[in-house]
């Protein structure tokens, strides 16, 4: 296992990590959990993903389960907060309050004294950036948080928060977490990436199997107990078109030339690029996890002509604006 620095700042981070979103307290119980938690760890990954609204929390408990047998100083944890997890008006978003108190119920659930890296899950409109930046800077100072960092924010909400915290001598966001993939490869390539270079964000991205679809799993239909089965994941369906996978078995004829996995192939693409510092994945078996994590050895397979025929294949290489 390679560990990458997350953007300029010192902490490294496994160059894959393992995520809790869909899998944990939906398709794995609290054995599986512990079971996948610490093979993961075995295998060098040391970055673990979570948000307090996954399962309705279950998602940190039965994480918190998990790492409890594990040196926690060996280990970099992580949520999030922004969307309703408590009842009223103050039950969502990022105000000092609902932060405060989510990030309380985060530690409860977790078992732990504090997160290494806290992301604002969303951008919110109905709170100033001001008063995010300044409660972050708060719980770092307390010992609650180490770093934070953000989700899903435009590269212009991103340079607003570095702007505030440098105005202010406070303690900026040091990292991205955006969908990326080869089928989603736009917001990062063009709008994220410049961003993270000027101010040193790193980037920890998520789905980079595009749910499940860039394994090949779905090219002769929905197999099941798959993630597309469950009923809760119809839009997992509807992304399951012709045209996807007739490129998904196009990178798999490739990915087979080169002696590879198609999800290997696909985690490896993403991990070509310096401004990724992790490439968060998810598994609900122990086979799918050993495969996800030697995604890295295909690295120097990604020649010049090798990702020319990905681009080929993919046909969607994103235009500067």
Not at 3 to 12: Q, T
Not at 259 to 276: D, H, M, N
Not at 277 to 302: C, D, H, M, Y
Request: proline share 5%; aromatic share 8%.
């Amino acid at each position: 296992m390679h560990y990458r620095r997350l953007g300029r700042s010192g902490i490294k981070v496994s160059e894959i990590s393992y995520g809790a979103w869909v899998t944990f307290g939906n398709q794995l119980g609290e054995k599986e959990a512990r079971e996948i938690i610490h093979t993961a760890y075995d295998l060098g990954v040391n970055f673990f993903d979570n948000a307090d609204v996954y399962a309705r929390g279950q998602a940190e408990i039965l994480m918190g389960k998990a790492i409890a047998d594990l040196p926690r100083e060996t280990l970099v944890v992580s949520s999030k907060v922004f969307w309703p997890t408590m009842p009223g008006p103050n039950g969502r978003g990022l105000s000092r309050k609902h932060i405060t108190e989510s990030l309380h119920a985060s530690l409860r659930r977790l078992q732990t004294d504090y997160l290494d890296i806290y992301y604002c899950h969303r951008y919110d409109p109905d709170t100033p950036v001001e008063e995010v930046v300044y409660t972050m800077n708060l719980l770092i100072q307390a010992g609650k948080i180490l770093y934070w960092g953000t989700s899903e924010w435009t590269a212009a909400q991103i340079a607003e928060a570095v702007g505030i915290a440098r105005q202010h001598h406070l303690i900026p966001p040091v990292v991205e977490q955006p969908q990326y993939n080869m089928l989603h490869r736009r917001r990062v390539e063009v709008e994220l990436a410049p961003v993270a270079r000027k101010f040193g964000i790193g980037l920890t991205t998520w789905s980079p199997l595009y749910s499940g679809i860039l394994t090949g799993k779905y090219n002769k239909g929905i197999p099941e107990g798959s993630r597309a089965s469950l009923k809760n994941m119809a839009w997992i369906r509807d992304r399951i078109t012709p045209e996807v996978i007739a490129k998904v078995e196009a990178l798999g004829e490739l990915a087979s030339e080169l002696g590879i996995t198609t999800a290997q192939l696909a985690i490896a693409w993403l991990l070509r690029r310096k401004e990724v510092s992790s490439v968060i994945t998810g598994a609900t078996k122990l086979s799918q996890l050993e495969e996800n994590v030697k995604s890295a050895e295909a690295l120097p397979l990604l020649t010049d002509d090798v990702l020319e025929r990905i681009e080929s294949i993919l046909q969607n290489a994103p235009e500067e604006d």
